[in-house]
Each structure stands twice: as structure tokens, then as C-alpha cells.
């Protein structure tokens, strides 16, 4: 699952302690573990090795320049959704022709940006011969329009996956569901064929691929079956017309272990996806994944102090220094995050990470942010060790979707980002500041 586990009490992170980091570093805080990370990304790469698949890992989860770093190290692409993460992929090492973009909103600077080294964001002169991106995902027919008018422009040749919508539900949050008619991802499947007949044979965006993604997280593989078989009638549909198909991108969405056991592992969902396509990869077909949350979720906890404890005529208030602009999914999605405080007494060692624990002598809690709205809360209703003001709370796998939705509302400063690595911790983002907060507004 992770390597973060308690030892004496302790909460540690590959054996170094979580409250010596609060201390050093401050709260809150976004702690990784390395290995996790490389651990959740080989197990991806090693369950679907049959397939030889590109793993593009979706920057948007955990965007941090040296958690892309690391995993371009072990060999990921990456999946970008804008001008500026398709900058993050470039600075983290990763080659160019490794990048898939999807998005259903590219800007004419973005898309440059994605054609051409000139044209990079960053105003970076070594970016200049850096070339273009794999493959753009194309979402719609005007987008399909401007993307291939400015290649031809710069007489530069990309690739594009027509993105299709296979109208699968993921089961998933509404807000994370992305494949079903109704969302605004991607065209439709009865659409794709005309789509391929207009655009199928331009010259400079070369249409040779299709992408879908279903939502997520997606906690069976049941839905993958159906989007595969979807999009496997649809490749032999425009292959019969002349349309090669040389790449297949499946999108991400494997789910995490929000609590123990919660996720399928890797080889459950290789173990249906991959028989289905077995037959295509070796005629030549390439495969594309762009898992996010599978891989960072887990790897990161937040650390947050307790500021206050206030007994409501109801309930206890466990106030905490983070809050909604620091870990907005319970707010937005009622998402579940176990939290526990990192330093316990005897007994109250979590047996495992759940929704309820059966232990002696726990406090029923609303754990909450301190931003001035109702909706601003880690955890309600939940069963903690008594805790006192200082203490250091862990809220675990908040590594996906946690410092990459942090905001500074309420003006709150981003938290800071710690990276542990065998022993080792540093600093890879390091806690904004209250000039750097008014620094564009003074
Ligand atoms: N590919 C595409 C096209 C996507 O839109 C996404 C996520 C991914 C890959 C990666 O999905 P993952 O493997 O991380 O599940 N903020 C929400 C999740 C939004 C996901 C957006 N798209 C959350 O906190 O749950």
C-alpha cells in the first residue's frame, strides 16, 4: 500500500519520523515517500509489461517538479493537461515525444508551446530545439481545426488521438466521471467515424490514434472491459475504411487505498484489460496508460498540527492549520482520508486505515480546516485518539489531487512539499510566504 507505517507509537515515513519533519518543516505539510512512488509506478509497468505499454504518468494528481523527476527516472511519459504542465513534464526530463495532451480547452499559446521549443512558455532558450509533443488529445472538431492549422503553420508534424467518449459509467463521483454522453470530454463514438472521414488525412496533424478516459477513481475493472471492447469495435470500423490505428490510450483512473484493501491491485486490472488487447499489440498497435492517483495517492500524507479543541453543545471541533485550501477532496467530493494522529499511546495503533476502528477510548470528531465556511472540513463524525492542541495529525493518501488543488483561499499560504527518499527528507517545495501571497497585488 505505502511505506508509511507506525513504529513505537510513531508514525514514520521509510524510517524517518513524521513529527520530527512537522517540527523542522512546519504545518502543514505534504510528505512523499520515494519509494512508494517508484514502488506504485513499477507495479503499473511490471503488470501490464506484456502490452509494453507508454506510461504516461498524469501530472495533474501531484504535479511537484521532483516527484516527475523521479518517475521520468524510472522511465514514465507523461500525461499533460496544460501549456504549463506539458512545461513540467519538459524541466522534470522528459522527452518530448513522451507527452500526451489532453484537455478540452487548449489555448493557441499552449498548443505552440506543445509544437515547438520557440514557442515555450518559459521563455527558456534551451527549450528552443526540444521539438513536439507525442500526441495531442483531440476533444473536439474546432480544436482539431486550430491545433492543425498551427502545425501547419510551423511546419511541424504531430500526432493526434481522436478522444471518444465511450458512454460507460465508472461509478465513480459525478464530478470524476468523464466518460458517460452527458460530460464534455471527448466525441462521441457515433461521431468518430465522420470525424476520422474530415480530418483523417491531414498532412501535418497526422489523426493515427484514440484515447478515452473513464473517471476515476474506478474501483473495478469491469467498466475498463466495457470501454476496451468499445473502442476495439471501433478501431476494426476505421480500419475497414482506411484509417490506421496505431495507438491505443486507455486513460487513467486505477483507484487507491483510501483504506486498506480498497483498490484492485495492478495485476487485477492488467489481468482484464490486458487479454483484450494482446492480439492488437502484437500486430504492432501501441498502448498508452495515464495513471495518476494509483501511483501518488499513497505516496504522499498530509501533516497538519492542531491548533484548537473545542467542545460544541453536540460535538468536538478538532481545529486543524489545514483545512479546505489545503486538501480540498473531503469538501468537494465528500471524500474519505484516514486520518490519526502521528505520535499514539499504547492501544491506539491503527490496526489498519478504515472508515471505523474498533479501539478503546476513541472521541467522535469533526476534524475541520480554519476557513470560514461550513463546508470546511477533513473528516466528520470520526473516532480519533484524544488529541490536544500541538498535536500532529496525518491525513494518509493524500498524495493525488491534495497540494495540486491547494489554493490560497482565506489568503492561507500553499503548504510546503517534503520529499523523503531512504532515510532522507528535503524540502521540494518550500512553504509560500505572506509577501509571496500579495506579491502580484502590491
Ligand atoms: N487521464 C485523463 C484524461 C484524466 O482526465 C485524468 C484525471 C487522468 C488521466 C488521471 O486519473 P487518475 O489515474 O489520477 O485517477 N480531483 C479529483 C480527480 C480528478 C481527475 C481528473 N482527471 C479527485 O481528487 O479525486
Known amino acids: 500500500m505505502d511505506d508509511f507505517s507506525y513504529r513505537d507509537g510513531r508514525l514514520g515515513c521509510e524510517g524517518v519520523d513524521l513529527v520530527s519533519l512537522a517540527d523542522e518543516f512546519g504545518t502543514p505539510t505534504y510528505v512523499y515517500s520515494r519509494a512508494t512512488l517508484e514502488g506504485h509506478y513499477d507495479r503499473i509497468a511490471a503488470a501490464f509489461a506484456e502490452l509494453n505499454p507508454l506510461v504516461c504518468y498524469s501530472i495533474k494528481s501531484c504535479p511537484n517538479l521532483e516527484v516527475c523527476r523521479v518517475l521520468v527516472g524510472r522511465g514514465a511519459g507523461m500525461d499533460a493537461v496544460s501549456g504549463g504542465e506539458i512545461e513540467r513534464a519538459w524541466l522534470a526530463g522528459c522527452p518530448m515525444d513522451k507527452i500526451v495532451y489532453a484537455g478540452v480547452g487548449k489555448t493557441e499559446p499552449e498548443i505552440r508551446a506543445a509544437l515547438s521549443g520557440g514557442h515555450s512558455l518559459l521563455n527558456d532558450a534551451a527549450a528552443a530545439d526540444r521539438g513536439a509533443i507525442g500526441w495531442f488529445n483531440i476533444e473536439s472538431e474546432q480544436e482539431f481545426q486550430a491545433v492543425a492549422a498551427i502545425a501547419r503553420e510551423l511546419g511541424v508534424k504531430a500526432h493526434a488521438a481522436l478522444r471518444v467518449n465511450p458512454d460507460v459509467d465508472p461509478k465513480t463521483h459525478r464530478y470524476t466521471t468523464t466518460g458517460t454522453k ?154 474519505f482520508h484516514f486520518i490519526w494522529p502521528a505520535i499514539v499511546g499504547p492501544g491506539h495503533v491503527p490496526p489498519r486505515r478504515a472508515k471505523t476502528l474498533d479501539l478503546p477510548g476513541l472521541v467522535r470528531c469533526d476534524v475541520v480546516g480554519p476557513i470560514c465556511e461550513t463546508g470546511d472540513f477533513l473528516a466528520l463524525e470520526r473516532d480519533l485518539p484524544p488529541v490536544k492542541r500541538g498535536d500532529v495529525l496525518a491525513v494518509f493518501t493524500a498524495g493525488a489531487y491534495g497540494m495540486s488543488m491547494a489554493s490560497n483561499y482565506n489568503s492561507q499560504v500553499l503548504p510546503a512539499e517534503v520529499l523523503v527518499s531512504g532515510g532522507a527528507s528535503r524540502v521540494i517545495r518550500r512553504r509560500q510566504t505572506v509577501p509571496e501571497l500579495l506579491a502580484h497585488e502590491r
Not at 461521431?191 to 490514434?209: C, H, P, Q, T, W
Not at 491491485?265 to 494509483?294: C, D, S
Open 182 to 335: 452527458e460530460t464534455k470530454f471527448g466525441v462521441d463514438l457515433e461521431r468518430a467515424l465522420a470525424f476520422f472521414e474530415r480530418f483523417g488525412r491531414d498532412e501535418y496533424l497526422v489523426l493515427d490514434a484514440l484515447h478515452i478516459h473513464l473517471g476515476s477513481p474506478i474501483y473495478s475493472t469491469e467498466p475498463y472491459v466495457r470501454g476496451v471492447t468499445k473502442v476495439l469495435e471501433l478501431v476494426d470500423k476505421l480500419e475497414s475504411r482506411g484509417h490506421a490505428i496505431k495507438t491505443i490510450d486507455l486513460g487513467g483512473g486505477f483507484g487507491a487505498d483510501y483504506e486498506t484493501d480498497r483498490s484492485p491491485h495492478a495485476a487485477e486490472y492488467a489481468g482484464a484489460i490486458v487479454p483484450l488487447l494482446r492480439e492488437r499489440v502484437a500486430k504492432g498497435t501501441q498502448i498508452i496508460l495515464e495513471p495518476g492517483r494509483t501511483i501518488s495517492a499513497n505516496a504522499g500524507v498530509l501533516l497538519t498540527r492542531v491548533v484548537y479543541v473545542k467542545d460544541g453543545p453536540d460535538k468536538r471541533f478538532v481545529i486543524c492549520d489545514a483545512g479546505m485550501q489545503t486538501l480540498i477532496r473531503p469538501a468537494l467530493y465528500e471524500a
